[in-house]
């Protein structure tokens, strides 16, 4: 437990630090057992406390399950929506970086991911990640909506908002978070070209080969 909240802390302080989190924007959460160890509502990435983390009852329906601590963040309900998607999710993180935020204003490549297979990284280690209609933050009908959708993924961008991946580890949730941006960064660079993408063939073998969450442009 410890070192979950610790764990958690030093991710933020380096999400700041890399400049991905600016002000107040972010939250994290770890789960442990049957509990949930989120930021709290409004707090610094860079400021967080082992000892000052909200705690939910990760067996609770989506708006409900804060049981200690301070107030969580209002994104909680989306947080929970990956624990509840799939039983191994043992972490979630969502940031407001500013190309993958951007890119999240953008029409979708495919209904199953915003963002093309550009490079192998972002399909081994982020998979397809589908484009998550606006709602304003802290909306339970959109956490609703994305727990619903019928196929995989671990990652998703919020309309109008931001990206948020989920991961068996918080190592494995941050480096996603980290490829998407780089990976939207290109997107950017590249918008207006006609850039290769990998193949089906070639995107599906490393789909496979890494365990990740791939159907491509499939509609």
Request: charged fraction near 20%; proline fraction near 9%; glycine fraction near 8%.
């Amino acid at each position: 437990m410890t070192d979950a909240r610790h764990e958690l802390v030093a991710a933020g302080r380096a999400l700041s630090a890399a400049g991905l989190s600016p002000g107040a924007s972010g939250n994290l959460s770890v789960r442990v057992g049957d509990l949930i160890y989120m930021t709290p509502t409004g707090a610094r990435l860079e400021d967080l406390d082992p000892d000052r983390l909200a705690v939910l009852d990760a067996r609770a329906p989506l708006r409900e399950g804060h049981t200690a601590g301070p107030p969580p963040s209002k994104e909680f309900p989306l947080h929970r929506a990956f624990y509840r998607r799939d039983p191994g999710t043992r972490a979630v993180v969502h940031l407001h970086s500013a190309h993958a935020a951007a890119c999240s204003c953008l029409p979708a490549w495919s209904r199953r991911s915003a963002l093309a297979p550009l490079t192998p990284y972002f399909v081994m280690r982020v998979g397809q990640t589908p484009l998550i209609p606006y709602a304003a933050p802290g909306d339970l009908g959109q956490a609703h909506r994305m727990e619903a959708l019928g196929f995989p993924f671990r990652a998703a961008l919020l309309q109008n908002h931001g990206p948020i991946t989920a991961g068996d580890t918080l190592a494995r949730a941050v480096d996603a978070a980290v490829e998407l941006e780089e990976v939207a960064r290109l997107t950017l660079l590249l918008k207006d070209t006609a850039p290769r993408l990998l193949t089906t063939e070639e995107a599906t073998d490393l789909a496979h080969r890494y365990g990740s969450p791939w159907e491509g442009a499939v509609d």
